[in-house]
Nanobody, 126 residues
Framework: QLQLVESGGGLVQPGGSLKLSCAAS????????IGWFRQAPGKEREGVSC????????NYADAVKGRFTISRDNVKNAVYLQMNSLKPEDTAIYYC???????????????????WGQGTQVTVTS
């Protein structure tokens, strides 16, 4: 069974950067589209960015385009989210999720996540 573990969250000032990692075990990520999702207090979980199983296709929410970059290393069985120019509204718990690869990055929606990590907190504040 695929298991996902996020890391890299923390407290950062506005304008700062963080890099989140999602490490997989129990199965290879080659078969999965991987997404980063976030949930802020009192809000629904939303898609941030997704990447195809090959890494050749990506999708970003409008709110993070130009600031966040998703990438994956199938040899290391990991997916990353580089977050730059962070804003207070980026504060949330960030989750990675795996979706079977017939779902492409354009279907970056929480209801399509088949396997989930436990989340990592990102707090952007001065």
């Amino acid at each position: 069974q695929l298991q996902l573990v996020e890391s890299g969250g923390g407290l950062v000032q506005p304008g700062g950067s963080l890099k989140l990692s999602c490490a997989a075990s129990g199965s290879t990520l080659d078969f999965y589209t991987i997404g980063w999702f976030r949930q802020a207090p009192g809000k629904e979980r939303e898609g941030v960015s997704c990447i195809s199983n090959s890494g050749g296709s990506t999708n970003y929410a409008d709110a993070v385009k130009g600031r966040f970059t998703i990438s994956r290393d199938n040899v290391k069985n990991a997916v990353y989210l580089q977050m730059n120019s962070l804003k207070p509204e980026d504060t949330a718990i960030y989750y990675c999720a795996a979706m079977l690869s017939f779902r492409g990055p354009a279907e970056c929606r929480p209801e399509f996540g088949d396997y989930w990590g436990q989340g990592t907190q990102v707090t952007v504040t001065s």
